[in-house]
T-cell receptor, first 113, second 112 residues
């Protein structure tokens, strides 16, 4: 049984470029969360979906960030244009309604030069 | 919104000793309190959680206590081993299927 899958695992890009992070949640899970981890701010929620519908995007830093979940098995987080301060590890987590717990993916380490 | 405070930020213990990490939260609506362990370069992994209808939960060397009146919860690790060395995060939320608000983490070092 595969866990949460994220791609790419590492991304290095230059300021101003578009970045797309991808997540495949665990099959059967009904919620999906995007978190960001930095040394300064720790782990913080960006956005979460329930049954593919965005419920809370109050953590999205600004209009440069957008997220979609077109179906139950795929979500993207896009940054356009990227800035050096976006450098962080971005985690996707999927939530299981039955066990009422969240499981994290391996993360994408983003470096914006 | 919810605010979670975690102490201490760093903790060093001798192998075999116990380690205790404490967290407080602000939102009385929170009912779910998980603890995650994160090793360097890895994902946060759920090690134990507690819900507001119980006061204590134990799983082998790990135990968690919850005091809803005082809004604090703690992680206890007994008989620590070098492989327990990691960063531990507490979190709070309404349920396990809603956004988690994390503490800033505790870096635990177990010295052999």
């Amino acid at each position: 049984d595969a866990g949460v899958i994220q791609s790419p695992r590492h991304e290095v890009t230059e300021m101003g470029q578009e970045v797309t992070l991808r997540c495949k949640p665990i099959s059967g899970h009904n919620s999906l969360f995007w978190y960001r981890q930095t040394m300064m701010r720790g782990l913080e929620l960006l956005i979460y979906f329930n049954n593919n519908v965005p419920i809370d995007d109050s953590g999205m830093p600004e209009d440069r960030f957008s997220a979609k979940m077109p179906n139950a098995s795929f979500s993207t987080l896009k940054i356009q244009p990227s800035e050096p301060r976006d450098s962080a590890v971005y985690f996707c987590a999927s939530g299981d309604r039955d066990t009422d717990t969240q499981y994290f993916g391996p993360g994408t380490r983003l470096t914006v030069l | 919104g919810e605010n979670v405070e975690q102490h201490p930020s760093t903790l060093s213990v001798q192998e075999g000793d116990s380690a205790v990490i404490k967290c407080t939260y602000s939102d009385s609506a929170s009912n779910y309190f998980p603890w995650y362990k994160q090793e360097l370069g890895k994902r946060p992994q759920l090690i134990i959680d507690i819900r507001s209808n119980v006061g204590e939960k134990k799983d082998q060397r790990i135990a968690v206590t919850l005091n809803k009146t005082a809004k604090h919860f703690s992680l206890h690790i007994t008989e620590t081993q070098p492989e327990d060395s990691a960063v531990y995060f507490c979190a709070a939320s309404i349920s396990g299927n809603t956004p988690l608000v994390f503490g800033k983490g505790t870096r635990l070092s177990v010295i052999a």
